[in-house]
């Protein structure tokens, strides 16, 4: 996973993309979120793979897994 995205801050403002496009995170879970499937997002941006859409999730995940816990109030 960790070769598949990448940050830096001259792409996309430093959001995580997969490497090597312009295609962030954010928008391959904002398809997934909207009920696209991983074969229709290959279809709309062939040079993705599965195992990219895979890593993308797999980074969101671990990102939200550091970000802490909020106490309840």
Do not use: F
């Amino acid at each position: 996973m960790g070769d598949r995205i990448s940050r830096d801050p001259r792409i996309m403002l430093g959001k995580p993309c997969v490497r090597g496009t312009r295609i962030t995170v954010e928008l391959i879970l904002a398809y997934l979120g909207d009920g696209l499937t991983v074969e229709q997002i290959i279809e709309a941006h062939p040079q993705l793979s599965a195992d990219d859409i895979r890593a993308a999730a797999t980074y969101a995940a671990e990102y939200l897994a550091q970000e802490g816990l909020v106490a309840a109030e």
